[in-house]
């Protein structure tokens, strides 16, 4: 098992930033690709950005590409997601996930996830 705790969670401005963090126990964090997904009233839950274990290989919605930046600290049990120019449709409820690297596999662990909300 995987427990997974989001913070850094808030009210921001339009252009402002936050730094979502997730910190992970349980199991070796290193052995697990981690990602950002986030939920907005009303709609699908949606992959915001991903990352490998060793930071080799990052993913980002085309979305967020150019103003997300996810990075991991395995030392630290972390991953992070630095989101910079915030916009209003970025209000969601941010959730990280993880799983072990294998072909087809789909994220077994998730966090109870952190709101975020921008005002315009």
């Known amino acids: 098992q995987v427990q997974l705790v989001e913070s850094g969670g808030g009210l921001v401005q339009a252009g402002g930033s936050l730094r979502l963090s997730c910190a992970a126990s349980?199991?070796?964090?290193?052995?697990?690709?981690m990602g950002w997904f986030r939920q907005a009233p009303g709609k699908e839950r949606e992959s915001v950005a991903a990352?490998?274990?060793?930071?080799?290989?990052?993913y980002y919605a085309d979305s967020v590409k150019g103003r997300f930046t996810i990075s991991r600290d395995n030392a630290k049990n972390t991953v992070y997601l630095q989101m910079n120019s915030l916009k209003p449709e970025d209000t969601a409820v941010y959730y990280c996930a993880a799983k072990i690297p294998r072909p087809g596999s789909e994220y077994d662990y998730w966090g109870q996830g952190t709101q975020v909300t921008v005002s315009s």
């Open positions: 990352i490998n274990w060793n930071s080799g290989n990052t």
């Open positions: 349980g199991r070796t964090f290193s052995n697990y690709a």
